[in-house]
């Protein structure tokens, strides 16, 4: 079968790999590093490319370039199979293949991933050489962080806009590159590279698809597998997971009403759905939770001073497709008043990184966050939008006219030709940025760091509500267009302006739906949790009165286990395979209606089975479940 050809679009930048075959090393001393690179000069001379960054590993090579044409990305690499090989192999006396097949590549979304992608090779040899105590010699780290000069390296256009001088840029992406690479985008970019895919943001992807004619984003592994599973139980586990998680912050749930009144109108309460009631009355369908904790702490001054709160339910929103159709959401809102500093968001996003982790989550999540300043500074910088697309308003579209007049930075998100052609020289809203909030944001972003919390600053990153200073989102990439997991921030103005009273709020809202389904993508295995723990089979129709109290006693010793009484009266052995289908950890068969009368205790997890009486069945139980209760009485948390 004939090879897929290479994804390859002009002007893109390529990240590629080599590695040593069985993943050999292929650098051993010095001196193959330094024939390496000499390899590499004279292709730089040879062939039209533009290098970024590269890494050497012992066994593996990594690069970040611009190539000007197919053809010159095969020639570098060609040049490098026909000249170092062979030195390779004659000086250790071997012979055939050095590297591991063919090499991998990946395109890069430059606006969105290139300074990552450059990260992720530059810092590629960190642990180990910090692990030997040396500096980061063989790789273009100490290029593009100022250090030395290496005349084989030409700056990317994204890596240019970082200051205006080199040592503005350098100190930058020093600063950069000191938060940590999160285990989501190397995943990702793994799987970019192993499948000659683009790494890019969805909306990126689907427009270079239309054009090439074939997909470019990673596929996932393995065929859908197909099972009927209780889907009750897979919400109320991670509803749970949740519940934990913010009682172990101290959150104090509370409960906020369906249906809003009319007026009060604000940036949260335009997601309300009108809904008419009996009696010419109509309410508002709640499209989110703020605007019902605005009024509840409104109503209870108490909270106004450092309160923290939770609440989860249903919300309602207009389909995207026709806004007559309501559809319905699963949500858990996380609410924080009086509290001013950037402490409570950082404890929020450590909160958020902390759940998703408890889910397995942490290598499939992303973490984006921008700063707005003050609301004065946000109008200013959209004072300066409209100026700037004032003489294009005559070809623009009506949409784009409403966006202009209201929230002008939507327009920095679109993916329309023009629109994406003036993004780069539009005003950046870090231009407009006090001194105050930029020590602020700086503050939080080392602060993350410190804590290891992976973030990716994306500064066309802007509130669709009324938040100030901090923005942030979550969002999976496998997820395509559904990508946003959670969001949040600062209101304070906001808040202040509803309360009309000074207070300061902080909040976040976990969409439960698209994490379900991000689950069931990836680990579907925590969603078949043991439902039942015990299964009590009756060995002859008169056990089965014994069997139904052996449950009963069960019950009162473990009130935080599932236990099931089989009531089929079925053949002992079709009982026993029905009781393992069910997930059942322990099975017992009752053989007698005796009270004392020894029972047959099976352990699927060990293979064991043993006749006991009720008592050792008791310790048996005891000491191998997992009996702790979960944060909501009679709920079993095994993944807890």
Same mark, same amino acid.
């Given at each position: 079968?004939?090879?897929?050809?290479?994804?390859?679009?002009?002007?893109?930048?390529?990240?590629?790999?080599?590695?040593?075959?069985?993943?050999?090393?292929?650098?051993?001393?010095?001196?193959?590093?330094?024939?390496?690179?000499?390899?590499?000069?004279?292709?730089?001379?040879?062939?039209?490319?533009?290098?970024?960054?590269?890494?050497?590993?012992?066994?593996?090579?990594?690069?970040?370039?611009?190539?000007?044409?197919?053809?010159?990305?095969?020639?570098?690499?060609?040049?490098?199979?026909?000249?170092?090989?062979?030195?390779?192999?004659?000086?250790?006396?071997?012979?055939?293949?050095?590297?591991?097949?063919?090499?991998?590549?990946?395109?890069?979304?430059?606006?969105?991933?290139?300074?990552?992608?450059?990260?992720?090779?530059?810092?590629?040899?960190?642990?180990?050489?910090?692990?030997?105590?040396?500096?980061?010699?063989?790789?273009?780290?100490?290029?593009?962080?100022?250090?030395?000069?290496?005349?084989?390296?030409?700056?990317?256009?994204?890596?240019?806009?970082?200051?205006?001088?080199?040592?503005? #840029?350098?100190?930058?992406?020093?600063?950069?590159?000191?938060?940590?690479?999160?285990?989501?985008?190397?995943?990702?970019?793994?799987?970019?590279?192993?499948?000659?895919?683009?790494?890019?943001?969805?909306?990126?992807?689907?427009?270079?698809?239309?054009?090439?004619?074939?997909?470019?984003?990673?596929?996932?592994?393995?065929?859908?597998?197909?099972?009927?599973?209780?889907?009750?139980?897979?919400?109320?586990?991670?509803?749970?997971?949740?519940?934990?998680?913010?009682?172990?912050?101290?959150?104090?749930?509370?409960?906020?009403?369906?249906?809003?009144?009319?007026?009060?109108?604000?940036?949260?309460?335009?997601?309300?759905?009108?809904?008419?009631?009996?009696?010419?009355?109509?309410?508002?369908?709640?499209?989110?939770?703020?605007?019902?904790?605005?009024?509840?702490?409104?109503?209870?001054?108490?909270?106004?001073?450092?309160?923290?709160?939770?609440?989860?339910?249903?919300?309602?929103?207009?389909?995207?497709?026709?806004?007559?159709?309501?559809?319905?959401?699963?949500?858990?809102?996380?609410?924080?008043?009086?509290?001013?500093?950037?402490?409570?968001?950082?404890?929020?996003?450590?909160?958020?990184?902390?759940?998703?982790?408890?889910?397995?989550?942490?290598?499939?999540?992303?973490?984006?966050?921008?700063?707005?300043?003050?609301?004065?500074?946000?109008?200013?910088?959209?004072?300066?939008?409209?100026?700037?697309?004032?003489?294009?308003?005559?070809?623009?579209?009506?949409?784009?006219?409403?966006?202009?007049?209201?929230?002008?930075?939507?327009?920095?998100?679109?993916?329309?030709?023009?629109?994406?052609?003036?993004?780069?020289?539009?005003?950046?809203?870090?231009?407009?940025?006090?001194?105050?909030?930029?020590?602020?944001?700086?503050?939080?972003?080392?602060?993350?760091?410190?804590?290891?919390?992976?973030?990716?600053?994306?500064?066309?990153?802007?509130?669709?509500?009324?938040?100030?200073?901090?923005?942030?989102?979550?969002?999976?990439?496998?997820?395509?267009?559904?990508?946003?997991?959670?969001?949040?921030?600062?209101?304070?103005?906001?808040?202040?302006?509803?309360?009309?009273?000074?207070?300061?709020?902080?909040?976040?809202?976990?969409?439960?739906?698209?994490?379900?389904?991000?689950?069931?993508?990836?680990?579907?295995?925590?969603?078949?949790?043991?439902?039942?723990?015990?299964?009590?089979?009756?060995?002859?129709?008169?056990?089965?009165?014994?069997?139904?109290?052996?449950?009963?006693?069960?019950?009162?010793?473990?009130?935080?286990?599932?236990?099931?009484?089989?009531?089929?009266?079925? #053949?002992?052995?079709?009982?026993?395979?029905?009781?393992?289908?069910?997930?059942?950890?322990?099975?017992?068969?009752?053989?007698?209606?005796?009270?004392?009368?020894?029972?047959?205790?099976?352990?699927?997890?060990?293979?064991?089975?043993?006749?006991?009486?009720?008592?050792?069945?008791?310790?048996?139980?005891?000491?191998?479940?997992?009996?702790?209760?979960?944060?909501?009485?009679?709920?079993?948390?095994?993944?807890?």
């Amino acid at each position: 079968m004939s090879r897929t050809s290479r994804v390859y679009v002009q002007g893109l930048p390529q990240l590629i790999q080599l590695n040593g075959h069985n993943n050999d090393i292929v650098f051993h001393d010095d001196e193959d590093y330094l024939t390496f690179l000499n390899c590499l000069r004279r292709a730089d001379e040879l062939f039209d490319f533009a290098l970024h960054a590269w890494t050497l590993l012992p066994h593996q090579m990594m690069m970040l370039l611009t190539p000007q044409t197919k053809e010159d990305l095969s020639r570098l690499v060609q040049h490098i199979g026909r000249s170092y090989v062979p030195w390779f192999n004659q000086k250790y006396h071997r012979s055939g293949s050095l590297w591991e097949g063919r090499y991998n590549s990946s395109l890069i979304e430059p606006e969105a991933y290139l300074l990552i992608a450059q990260k992720f090779v530059d810092t590629r040899l960190g642990e180990l050489h910090a692990a030997r105590g040396e500096r980061l010699t063989w790789s273009s780290y100490r290029n593009n962080i100022g250090e030395q000069q290496q005349q084989m390296i030409t700056p990317h256009e994204q890596y240019l806009r970082l200051g205006h001088t080199p040592q503005e #840029r350098a100190t930058q992406y020093a600063r950069f590159i000191q938060s940590p690479l999160g285990p989501s985008i190397e995943k990702r970019l793994q799987d970019c590279l192993n499948q000659n895919r683009l790494l890019g943001t969805p909306q990126y992807c689907q427009q270079l698809e239309r054009q090439l004619h074939r997909p470019v984003q990673p596929r996932q592994a393995g065929r859908p597998r197909k099972y009927f599973h209780n889907q009750v139980t897979d919400w109320a586990w991670l509803e749970n997971q949740a519940a934990c998680l913010l009682s172990r912050y101290c959150y104090q749930e509370v409960r906020l009403p369906l249906l809003e009144s009319e007026g009060n109108e604000t940036a949260f309460t335009s997601q309300n759905q009108k809904f008419p009631l009996a009696g010419n009355h109509s309410a508002l369908l709640r499209g989110e939770g703020t605007m019902g904790c605005l009024k509840m702490i409104n109503q209870h001054p108490h909270l106004q001073s450092m309160s923290k709160l939770w609440y989860e339910g249903v919300m309602f929103r207009s389909s995207a497709n026709s806004g007559e159709h309501i559809q319905q959401y699963q949500q858990i809102g996380v609410e924080a008043f009086g509290y001013a500093g950037v402490d409570i968001e950082l404890e929020q996003l450590a909160l958020q990184y902390d759940f998703f982790k408890s889910l397995g989550l942490q290598e499939n999540v992303e973490l984006k966050i921008n700063s707005t300043g003050t609301q004065k500074e946000l109008a200013a910088f959209r004072t300066a939008l409209r100026a700037f697309y004032q003489p294009f308003i005559g070809v623009f579209e009506s949409e784009w006219t409403e966006c202009l007049a209201m929230q002008p930075e939507r327009l920095l998100r679109s993916d329309h030709p023009l629109l994406a052609r003036l993004r780069s020289i539009a005003p950046e809203i870090g231009d407009f940025l006090g001194e105050e909030s930029r020590k602020r944001f700086d503050c939080l972003l080392e602060s993350l760091t410190k804590i290891r919390v992976p973030f990716v600053v994306d500064r066309w990153l802007y509130p669709s509500n009324a938040y100030c200073h901090t923005h942030f989102e979550w969002h999976c990439e496998k997820l395509m267009e559904h990508s946003l997991l959670c969001r949040g921030g600062r209101y304070d103005e906001c808040a202040t302006s509803v309360l009309e009273t000074p207070i300061q709020a902080c909040g976040f809202a976990l969409m439960l739906d698209p994490i379900m389904r991000l689950l069931r993508l990836t680990d579907k295995h925590l969603l078949k949790q043991q439902v039942t723990d015990v299964v009590i089979i009756p060995g002859s129709p008169a056990a089965s009165t014994q069997a139904l109290n052996i449950g009963r006693s069960l019950r009162k010793t473990f009130p935080q286990m599932s236990i099931a009484n089989d009531f089929s009266h079925m #053949r002992v052995t079709a009982c026993v395979r029905n009781a393992r289908r069910q997930g059942g950890r322990f099975i017992i068969v009752v053989s007698s209606e005796e009270a004392a009368t020894e029972v047959a205790i099976y352990d699927r997890d060990s293979g064991e089975e043993q006749r006991v009486n009720l008592a050792k069945a008791i310790s048996i139980l005891s000491h191998s479940l997992n009996a702790s209760p979960g944060c909501r009485g009679g709920i079993n948390v095994p993944y807890g």
